[in-house]
C-alpha cells in the first residue's frame, strides 16, 4: 500500500502552493511602497520554489518505486535449459514410463500445513534480516552480509597437542566425556572468536521468519566431479524403495553441470539438477571448498522438510514413510547419525559460541553426516549457525569441533547448530555398524549402515540404560547404507581395482560388500547384484554422454567384463548344486 494517491490531489500541495502565491503578493506590494529589504524575500522567493517542486513530485516518486530485481528470472539465464521454476516445483512431471505418483495433492509434494512444534516465525523484527523473504536468493544477500561482517579474523586454531579418542568400542557412558584442553592460540584469538560469534548470533534473537522461503518434502544429494556418480546409484535406489519425493541434486559451480544428465536422464527420476554458485553469487562473496557445499545444498534446497545424503549413501526405506511421518522427527524437526568416534572438541568452542558452562547430556559420539533429517522452517536458527560454522570452518571450527582427530570436517557443524541454537534434536543412539568386503585373507571396512530412528526411539524409553539398550539392538533394523570406501559412480568404479580384486595379480574379481549369504542377512536380499545391475545400466548409456567419463570409450565393455568376472563363477556354483539338488531327489 503505498502513503500517497495519484487519483487524490495532494492537500500538501494545495496548501504551500497557496501560501506561495500570498507571499509573492505580499513582495510585490511591499516593494511598491519601498520599505522592503530586498535579501530576505529573495531567499524566501527560492525556498518557497524548492518545496513546490519536491512537494508536487511526492507522488510520482512513490508510486513508481520500482519492482525489486527479479532473481527468479536472473536465475533462469544462469541454468542451461532450466528455468527457477522447474528448480524450485515439487512436482516436476517426469517422464511416463517411470512410475512415480507426483500428485500435488499430496502434503508430502505440495504446500506443508503440518504442524510442527516450533518457535512461532510470525512474530515481527526489527531490522532487514527480519523481514518475510520472497526467495531465497533475497534471503542469502542478507544473511551473507550478517556472516560475513561477524568474520573472526583468526587465521587458525592450534593446539599444543591433539587428543582423541579411537573408534567406538560401545562401551561405557552414554554422555559426553570433555577431555583437557590444550588449544595454543593466544587469549586474543579467542576474544575475537567470541566477539565476531557473538556479534552473528543477535541477528538470531529473533527467529527469521522463512515459511514462504520451503515448502513440502525432498531429498538432497551433493553431486558434481565424482560424486555424480555415486548420486546417480543412491537416486536409482531410492526410486526402488517406493519413494516419490521429489529429488534436488547440487553441484558446486556450472562447471560440474552436465546438461545431458540434468535435462534428460535425472527428470526421469523426478530428480532436478541446481548449482550452488548460482545462489552463492548473488551474496557477499564467500569462499568454498570440500566439505563446506553441504551445509549450502541444504540451505538453498527448496524443501521444508528435506533429508539430506552424501552421494553415496543409499536410503533402504521410503524416507516419508519410515522416516518423516514418525517419531522422533514429529516432535523434533531434526536427526542426527552416530559416527564411530568419541567426542574430542576444544572445550574453548562452547565458550566462544556463548555457553557458560559446559553443555549437559550430548551424546558421546560424534555426528556422522552421511545423512541429515530437518524441518528447515522450525530449525531455521540451527541451520544459519551451521552455515556459519561453515564458512569459517576449515581453519577454525573444524578446528575447534574436532581437534584434527579421525573424521574432522563439517559433521560436527551439523550438531552444534541445534546445540547453539538451542533447538530441539534427537541423535540416533543405536552405533553405526561397519559392512566388510572379504578376500579370505584380510577384510576391509567398504561401507556402514544406520539404525531407524524411530525404532531407536522406541528401544530408548524401553531401555533407558545403555547396558539394557545394547542387548536389545538386534531388534532395530537399518535405514541407511552409506558406501563411504569405495565410490558407486559407473564411470570410475573399475580404477578402485584393489578393493574389487581377489589378489593385485590375480583377474577373479571380489564382492563390494562381502559374501552373498552375508548380505542377504542383512539387507533382505543380494543388494550387490542390483547395485552392478544399475551400474551396468547408467555407465553404458551415460558413458560417451557425460563430459565426466566421456574419455574412457570401452567403459561400457569393462562394466560388463568385470560383472562377468564377478558372478560366473556364483552362476556356475549356484547351477552345479541345482543340479546335484535334482540328483538327490
Known sequence: MFLFSTDKVNPFINSSSSKFMKLRGRFCLEMMRGRASLLPYIVASLLGLFLFYRLSHVNYKITNLGTPRDYH???????????????YSNTKPIKSNNKINTDSTNSKNGNDSTKQKSINTTSPFVGSYGKTFDNIIDFWVVWSKIITDANPGVEKITFSEDQGYDAWDGQGANERIFLNDTISNPQEDIDRLTKAHAKFAKHLDLTPNVESLFSGYGVVFLGGGVYTGPAITSIQMLRRTGCDLPIEMFVANQDEYEEYLCKEYLPRYNATCLVISNFLDKGTHVELTKYQYKAFALLFSSFR???????????????????????????????????????????????IVGFKELPKDLPRITTESGQLMIDKVSHI???????????????????LQSRHTAGEGDKETFMAGPLIAREPWYQVRKRVAPVFNDNGKDKKGTAMVQAHPGQDFVNRKKYPESK??????????????????IKMGAGHILKQMPELRADAFDYRRMRMFGPKAYQIELFGYDIETVLWDLLLETGCELGPKLSLWSDNPALCRELHEHVDLLFEPERAEDASSKSKRKEIK
Not at 387 to 396: A, F, M, T
Not at 468 to 485: C, R, T
Request: proline share 5%.
Open 73 to 87: 528470472s536472473e536465475l533462469s539465464l544462469l541454468y542451461p535449459g532450466l528455468s527457477i521454476a522447474d528448480a
Open 305 to 351: 522438510h528435506t533429508l539430506m545424503l552424501d552421494s553415496d549413501n543409499i536410503s533402504l526405506v521410503d524416507p516419508y514413510v519410515e522416516l518423516f511421518t514418525q517419531e522422533p522427527y514429529i516432535s523434533t524437526g531434526y536427526i542426527t547419525w552416530p559416527d564411530y568416534w568419541f567426542g574430542a572438541e576444544s572445550t574453548t568452542f562452547y565458550k
Open 381 to 399: 536458527r540451527s541451520l544459519l549457525h551451521t552455515i556459519y560454522l561453515n564458512v569459517y570452518g576449515p581453519d577454525v571450527y573444524y578446528a
Open 468 to 485: 539394557d539398550f545394547e542387548q536389545h539392538n538386534d531388534e532395530i533394523k537399518s535405514v541407511f547404507f552409506h558406501a563411504n570406501a
